[in-house]
């Protein structure tokens, strides 16, 4: 039996219910427009790329649309994916 793989909006959903300590510190800011009455969202997925059929993507840690705002918090797990973030981002 075929796995099905999880969609771009599954794993944005599984990536906010396990926030790291960072993403909590700084989601206490913008959370409820109390950062000068912008609107974020949270763990917001970005295709940038498609190519034979697949997605080529990232999921923003924090957005905001008002001002194309993008904020990418980098934890320790990119010490040990380093390669992978380069084909990624080149």
Known sequence: MKKRRKSITDLARELRKNQTHS??????????????????????????????HQKYFFIADFYCAEKKLVIKLDGKVHNYQQYYDYQRFG
Not at 24 to 43: C, G
């Open 23 to 52: 993403e909590k510190t700084l989601w206490e800011h913008p959370r409820k427009k109390r950062l000068q009455r912008y609107h974020f969202v949270r763990q917001k997925p970005f295709i940038y790329k498609e190519k034979n």
